[in-house]
């Protein structure tokens, strides 16, 4: 099973950017769907972005036009850059991976067969 770590987490002031990355170990990287969650103080974890082994990228509303996601296969990383961060952004963001072949909701975290340990983004306000 590949195993992620994530990286770049931090305190920010509102307006400030981040630029979140997370590495793979084992497995075949360019064949996975990568993507990012989070998880915010008293709330479930959601999704945020995701990046297809083909490069289509897909984007929860609340955050489309600051977040970024990308993949650098020979790195075995995909990274997110934040930009314009909102306190509202605060949360634990957490990488995630797919090996699943073929179409699937990118928003679904059972279609994500492993995670990393999270890393914390607070942003004051």
């Known amino acids: 099973q590949v195993q992620l770590v994530e990286s770049g987490g931090g305190l920010v002031q509102a307006g400030g950017s981040l630029r979140l990355s997370c590495t793979a170990s084992?497995?075949?990287?360019?064949?996975?769907?990568m993507a990012w969650f989070r998880q915010a103080p008293g709330k479930e974890r959601e999704f945020v972005a995701s990046i297809r082994s083909d490069g289509s990228t897909y984007y929860a509303d609340s955050v489309k036009g600051r977040f970024a996601i990308s993949r650098d296969n020979a790195k075995n990383t995909v990274t997110l850059q934040i930009d314009s961060l909102k306190p509202e952004d605060t949360a634990v963001y957490y990488c995630?991976?797919?090996?699943?072949?073929?179409?699937?909701?990118?928003?679904?975290?059972?279609?994500?067969?492993?995670w990393g340990q999270g890393t914390q983004v607070t942003v004051s306000s």
């Open positions: 995630a991976a797919s090996y699943a072949v073929g179409y699937f909701d990118p928003q679904t975290q059972r279609a994500y067969d492993s």
């Open positions: 084992r497995g075949t990287f360019s064949r996975y769907t």
